[in-house]
Antibody
Framework: EVQLVESGGGLVQPGGSLRLSCAAS????????MNWVRQAPGKGLEWVSY????????YYADSVKGRFTISRDNAKNSLYLQMNSLRAEDTAVYYC????????????WGQGTLVTVSS | AIRMTQSPSSFSASTGDRVTITCRAS??????LAWYQQKPGKAPKLLIY???TLQSGVPSRFSGSGSGTDFTLTISCLQSEDFATYYC??????????FGQGTKLEIK
């Protein structure tokens, strides 16, 4: 069974940092591209970042570029999102999502982890 | 950036109804369009990709159509478990996805 389990969310002050993790199981993690997508409370979905299966290609949304860093460890079946210089508008549930190379659509999502940026 | 606009933003329907949700892209995206269902407190679930291909395990009462800029998601006979929020998503500019604002389907 495919499973994606996010962790690392919590309450952080503006300007602070947080590192999210996504533990994958039930599939060959190294064969899939991965994304982070977030959802502010009561709002819609916003793509945050992409990483290729090997980790060699990375993209970010303009709203997080220069502040967030995506990475992965295929040996540990894990995806990460390092978030620095956090702002109130970064408050959201953060989901990791698996993307098959063949379809380019996120077919499995984790349950999400809530990040709250507030003083 | 490609903008996705869904209509309506919300509406009410009854079990057994046939419902259609529309999604329009700000530029042509061929068939690079997916539909997701999201229930409160849950992660989105992929229903349809490539505009009309049903994801494995999704009931056949869901269908999608369209290409270019105009797309529709149809639920042929609403079931109680279908009341949720639906999002369209373009992946023409993959990996820089954009989503529609969502359509909340409520019980009448």
């Amino acid at each position: 069974e495919v499973q994606l389990v996010e962790s690392g969310g919590g309450l952080v002050q503006p300007g602070g940092s947080l590192r999210l993790s996504c533990a994958a199981s039930g599939f060959t993690f190294s064969s899939y591209e991965m994304n982070w997508v977030r959802q502010a409370p009561g709002k819609g979905l916003e793509w945050v970042s992409y990483i290729s299966s090997s980790g060699s290609t990375i993209y970010y949304a303009d709203s997080v570029k220069g502040r967030f860093t995506i990475s992965r460890d295929n040996a540990k079946n894990s995806l990460y999102l390092q978030m620095n210089s956090l702002r109130a508008e970064d408050t959201a549930v953060y989901y990791c999502a698996r993307v098959p190379v063949t379809t380019k659509t996120a077919d499995y999502w984790g349950q999400g982890t809530l990040v709250t940026v507030s003083s | 950036a490609i903008r996705m606009t869904q209509s309506p933003s919300s509406f009410s329907a009854s079990t057994g109804d046939r419902v259609t949700i529309t999604c329009r892209a700000s530029q042509g995206i061929s068939s690079y369009l997916a539909w997701y269902q999201q229930k409160p407190g849950k992660a989105p679930k992929l229903l349809i990709y490539a505009a009309s291909t049903l994801q494995s395990g999704v009931p056949s009462r869901f269908s999608g159509s369209g290409s270019g800029t105009d797309f529709t998601l149809t639920i042929s006979c609403l079931q109680s478990e279908d009341f949720a929020t639906y999002y369209c998503q373009q992946y023409y500019s993959y990996p820089q996805y954009t989503f529609g604002q969502g359509t909340k389907l409520e019980i009448k």
